[in-house]
């Protein structure tokens, strides 16, 4: 059974560019979360998202974020316009259930570098 | 908000030797724990969790205590060795039918042989 997966590891952009992050949650899991790590900090919640719905996005910032899991396919995070402070590595984790801690397992993540 | 606060945020310790990292959260509703355990360049591993119906768990060399009044949950490592240096990060849910986990700030945990 494959852990979860996200793609790329390492994505570089320069300011104003897009950058687009992929889960695969592992096999079985339809609930996914997204996190962000800042250097030398923990994780930060960002979006929960269960396929075809967001549930919970109060960690997002605002404006240019969004996610989504579709019906097919893995997890998207998309951060448009990137800036530098958007410099961080992106976790996403997926569980089997929700609503009474059900255990979460964590991808290895993609570090994104803003130029 | 929720909290978790957690302490120390650098231990070095003799290979053999004991460690003990601390946390304490705000949530009184939160019913769940983990701790993962982080490498360099890599994703949260999780390493043990507990649960609010029981008091202690171990796992061979690894256990983690909960006191539940006080909302304090801490990791006990015994005979330390030198893979065993990461950084560590304690959690507690949130209820209301997501179960984000809200993370401490980290251990950085240095095992010298």
């Known amino acids: 059974n494959a852990g979860v997966m996200q793609n790329p590891r390492h994505l570089v952009r320069r300011r104003g560019q897009e950058a687009r992050l992929r889960c695969s949650p592992m096999k079985g899991h339809s609930h996914v979360y997204w996190y962000r790590q800042l250097p030398e900090e923990g994780l930060k919640f960002m979006v929960y998202l269960q396929k075809e719905n967001i549930i919970d996005e109060s960690g997002m910032p605002k404006e240019r974020f969004s996610a989504e899991f579709p019906k097919e396919g893995p997890s998207i995070l998309r951060i448009q316009q990137v800036v530098r402070g958007d410099s961080a590595a992106y976790f996403c984790a997926s569980s089997p259930l929700s609503g009474d801690g059900d255990t979460q397992y964590f991808g290895p993540g993609t570090r994104l570098t803003v130029l | 908000g929720e909290n978790v606060e957690q302490h120390p945020s650098t231990l070095s310790v003799q290979e053999g030797d004991s460690a003990v990292i601390k946390c304490t959260y705000s949530?009184?509703?939160?019913?769940?724990f983990p701790w993962y355990k982080q490498e360099l360049g890599k994703g949260p591993q999780l390493i043990i969790d507990?649960?609010?119906?029981?008091g202690e768990k171990k796992d061979q060399r690894i256990a983690v205590t909960l006191n539940k009044t006080a909302k304090h949950f801490s990791l006990h490592i015994t005979e330390t060795q030198p893979e065993d240096s990461a950084v560590y990060f304690c959690a507690a849910n949130t209820r209301g039918g997501t179960d984000k986990l809200i993370f401490g700030t980290g251990t950085r945990l240095q095992v010298f042989p």
């Open positions: 507990i649960r609010s119906n029981v």
């Open positions: 949530d009184s509703a939160s019913n769940y």
